[in-house]
């Protein structure tokens, strides 16, 4: 079982190196061919595709950890039940999304002004909107599916040459002086490729029966899923959406740069996290609970070292990046560093959580922890819309700090009485040793200044943050946790 463990994070951590690069690498050219103008429409259209997510109702996660125990015991009619009922259902909101895709049109169409045509702002809409609906139509089952069966690598490889490809054409079709509708369009028909791939393999290697009335309670706390759902659909898209509706495309753009390599990292943690659900579900369903403990503490003491050297590296490079990111482009003023601080203190405190929340999800307790979801979300909006009026792109990112952080500490406060048991004492003196490496760093990386903002100065700069940043945390913890490192350097090896 721990093999496939090992493989989904090899090829997970593969994938989301070569989509860290290119997601760096592509929206440059998306700029300098477009302007940060349309750059922060396709920004703000792409969020708000996103919200369609909300129709999950959370549904999907509740499948996943329905399907670890019938896979663990191989009972195909209880897979088959389970799958159709959600197939299903995802069809329904494949349906729903065309009357959406509609609103989205005549808001940004005839209602938003956007800067730009009816026509072309509609059919940008279409062409990025087409993969989502396939994505709904008859791909999510089936990589909700292989996740369960701790088959992740599969649904990476696939990601992996889709992203490689949409990078090769839409670079080819900028060249060529292609208009933005025909570069998202194609992309688009690339990533129709995700679901075909996934549901041919779901075909060829699982005995799946067609249930035409599958039992209605085959998937277990159906709805109660719903809250973790709406609070992750609204950590990922508040910002987007208060910015669009009382701000500027002009600061969408600026925060999607700001975002964009935050979001890789963010990326790369939760993919990691995906492996270690299917892998906790496995142990939480065969009542392993002891092996859970273990397996669990090591992913939080990694998760909580690899989150401080990154976050706290980005803290000194990220305004530089988008600096040197931005250079050439004079229609927005892309230098915020309180921003900049803020958001990668969000982005910080949502990794950090990762570990709590997947272990919740792996154990299927969503309905114990769903007013916890509610809270974050409440606070994340309603703090937002309050400070981005008067802030700016400072207020949201406010906003994303306090949902996120309440989150945080009311996830780790759950595992003292359910799942694992374990004192809340052991979570506060994690943070405590977090903030601490922190502020050493800070203090070892005073003397580092980047005079001139170049290419070459800038990968000198970050280089000696970053090795700054292990040194400090590495000594950090090894004082803390003596046995820590020895084991993190020999489970790399």
């Known amino acids: 079982m721990k093999y496939k463990l090992i493989l989904n994070n090899l090829i997970t951590l593969i994938y989301q190196i070569v989509s860290i690069l290119i997601g760096l690498f592509l929206p440059r050219f998306f700029l300098n061919a477009y302007g940060s103008d349309v750059n922060g429409l396709v920004s703000s259209i792409t969020q708000m595709l996103s919200i369609i997510s909300l129709l999950d109702f959370g549904i999907g996660a509740v499948v996943q950890s329905s399907l670890y125990k019938p896979l663990s015991k191989k009972n195909f009619e209880s897979i088959s039940n389970i799958y159709c009922a959600a197939q299903k259902y995802f069809k329904l909101i494949a349906r729903i999304l065309i009357f959406y895709i509609i609103a989205l049109v005549i808001y940004f169409g005839f209602i938003k002004d956007t800067g730009f045509s009816n026509m072309y702002t509609i059919t940008l809409i279409l062409s990025i909107s087409l993969s989502s609906f396939a994505q709904y139509y008859f791909g999510i089952c089936n990589s909700l599916l292989l996740n369960a069966d701790q088959k992740l690598y599969i649904t990476n490889i696939t990601n992996l040459i889709t992203i490689i490809l949409n990078a090769i054409f839409t670079i080819i079709l900028i060249k060529l002086g292609a208009n933005i509708q025909c570069v998202k369009l194609f992309s688009s028909i690339i990533f129709i490729l995700r679901p075909l791939i996934y549901t041919i393999y779901v075909k060829k290697h699982y005995h799946i029966k067609n249930v035409k009335n599958p039992s209605k309670d085959c998937i277990q706390q159906k709805w109660h899923g719903l809250a973790q759902h709406i609070s992750s659909v609204v950590t990922n898209s508040t910002d987007y959406v208060v ?73 000194k490079v990220l305004v530089p990046f988008v600096l040197l990111y931005t250079s050439g482009i004079k229609d927005a003023n892309y230098a915020n560093y309180i921003f900049s601080y803020l958001i990668t203190l969000a982005y910080a405190i949502y990794s950090l959580r990762i570990p709590y929340t997947t272990i919740i999800f792996a154990a299927g307790h969503f309905k114990e922890t769903q007013l916890y979801c509610v809270i ?26 306090v949902g996120v952080g309440y989150r945080l500490c009311a996830s780790a406060f759950y595992l003292k009485k359910s799942i694992i048991n374990r004192r809340y004492s052991v979570f506060l003196k994690n943070i405590f040793i977090d903030f601490l490496a922190f502020i050493l760093i800070l203090i070892a990386t005073s003397f580092l200044k980047l005079e001139e903002i170049t290419i070459i100065g800038w990968i000198i700069y970050s280089v000696l943050n970053f090795i700054i940043c292990i040194v400090v945390t590495s000594i950090i913890y090894m004082i803390f946790y003596p046995s820590f490192i020895t084991k993190f350097i020999r489970r790399r090896n």
Do not use: D
Request: net charge positive; proline share 1%.
């Open 376 to 401: 974050e979300s409440l606070l994340n909006i309603i703090l937002s819309v309050i400070f981005v009026i008067k802030y700016g792109l400072v207020g949201v990112a406010i906003g994303t700090c």
């Open 243 to 315: 910015l669009t509706i009382f701000s500027t495309l002009k600061n969408v753009s600026i925060y999607n740069i700001y975002v964009m390599p935050l979001n890789s990292i963010k990326t790369l943690m939760e993919s990691l996290s995906a492996s270690y659900k299917s892998f906790f579900g496995k142990l939480y369903a065969e009542n392993k609970i002891n092996a859970l403990k273990k397996e669990f503490r090591n992913y939080e003491l990694v998760t909580h070292y690899i989150s401080v050297i990154l976050f706290s590296c980005i803290c």
